[in-house]
């Protein structure tokens, strides 16, 4: 097991500590506090309210041991101006807010775009829904023992994600804990990789007495000195997040305005070509940007082989633009150390346009020169497939003719299988992302579905039903986890952490996101999509009592998690490794199950609502208490959404509609309204 040595404060907090709180938490955390912590044991502290210094050192720089962890704070906020009013820096944090705002989602897509994954991301106290406030925590597979090294990784992860509080680059610093964590890939960085990366990194180390100038004469620390001779302490590394443009190059120059403006009209008068050019792929399209695209011209510089750099306050000409010998493309390249940064053209633009994601730098560069990328030849055939599937269902009646009792079963809700169809189209993206029949596979949550129908989101186990009625009649592959490409399974994760976060109040946390594929409808499925509508027909199942518990009581097993396969196994990840865990039932769980149900219809019928003290109350002379309690955590979901109950908090109006004694606001089971 992995264990991170690093100092965790003793006292917890529910909100952000304010004033004399932050002097007191310093003089805890002192070096002789470090231990040895596992990631779930960060994690949970973290979530308990704890101040964390994710390095090994105390207070000061200068007692700085060793690093396994990094963290980057993100607050979405432009540092305030030496000598702006508070109004004025107001409406500064109001604009950049409404332009360059980036979601917790926008950045993990960011990340694994940049193979650049946190192991978790956390929101701060202070993070609302409009105004989004996170911590990115990163974890090597070994210890750095080398102080420089780790300044250079902790430059280096600032300069990939861009936009990062600017004091997280002191590796001293520590960080406040969270309300929820709402990212959590397991992700480890290679120590090897992240130094290599990291290595052309200029640190430039002038704070006395740092482990770099332990030992050295007076005069060698000579630098460390203002120049009143006052000697400086905690002076950190200065790295530029956003484009300075104070520099002549960017002062007279327009295009580079226009790109920061993002004004389209003036750059696509100026270099769109006049005849649209069409690239077959992605990778064609980019390839193209960056050899045929003359950056320096672009950016129109007078010298591209130097000039004072755009991206810093620079005060001699510390960049240059050139062509990689290897392959032709131009690169922005800064020597300063104090900004050092390595751009081709998305680069750049991306950064001076402030764009939060990569699909919109290259619809910008697109619109710009007149570019775009056509449909492989494999997303035309998936996509008329899936329309042609869409047409059939309100077509010239071969649907209807072939299947006849399932167009009977399904003729009611066949709209919402429509509009499925649709949701599958607008998730047609290459070839890796498809079942073993070469079948698009597409992941949405039911509340995402919901919103794609126009539904209300109270009406998620409702489209449950429906999305169960398709599945049963072989005109919607609900897959299971293990069939899954590891990349989706890790956006569908980070859907599921961010609906919780999103739904506090939520009794029924979304606990699983779900995988789809979409079959061909066409006479070689027709004969067995219409014997599935003719045993639904014959077992007699109607919509409303559609649940897992319906199709294992008729059919076994095999049916229920063929139509709900997210109830067969789970995946869950612990100290950074995946176990699946079997979620199938014995004929000892069966009979519990039942016996639970039958306790809670009592209940409802003596009292009007059950609880689970009751329950277990109830049963108690046929299984024991624990038994009883473990049972219920693991068919509850499965009995609210067969028997058409809710679990809801009694406040104070529903206790003194039931007549409720009970001291708080307990969970009741009731009949759903």
Known sequence: MLKIKCIIDKVSYTSKPQ???????????????????????????????????PSYCGGKQESWKSQQMFMLDVDNKPVKPKGMKDNEYKLLCDEYLKNNHRTYDDIIKYCQEINMTPNFIYTSFSHTDNHHKMRLVYILDKEINDYTIAQKIQLYLMRSIGEVDATTCNVNRFYYACKNIVFDSGNILDIDNIIELSKNINVDNKVNNTPTNKGKSEVERKGVQDINGIKKNNIIPILSCTPKLSTPESDNNYTIKAIITRDIKYLKSKYGNNEKITFETNQQFIDYIRININLGELLEFHNPSSFKCIFHDDHNPSAGIFQSPDDGAWIYKCHSGKCGVTYNIIGVIERLAGFQSRPNTYKFIKEIFNLEIMDTEWQKKQKERLQANADMLYGDFEFESNCPQTNKNINRIKHYLDRLIHIAMKNTYNEELTDEKGQVVFFASTDYICKEMGMSPNSLNKISQKLAVFAYHKLLNKLDDDKIPERLKKQAQAIIIKYNNDNPTDNNKLRHVNFFSIPSYNVNKFDEIEQRAIQWKENHYTMKGVSREMFYRAEGLEMANEIYPQYNKVTETIDGKKYIIDRTTTEKSDERTNNIISAIFDLIEEYGYATEKGIVQKLKYSYDYATTEVQIKKSLKEILDGYNLQRIRAKKEIKQQYGIADKGYPFIITKAS
């Open 19 to 53: 004033g004399k709180d932050g002097g007191a938490i310093t003089n805890r955390m002192t070096l002789d506090t470090a231990k040895e912590y596992s990631i779930n044991e960060i994690k949970e502290n973290i979530l308990n309210g704890k101040t964390i210094r």
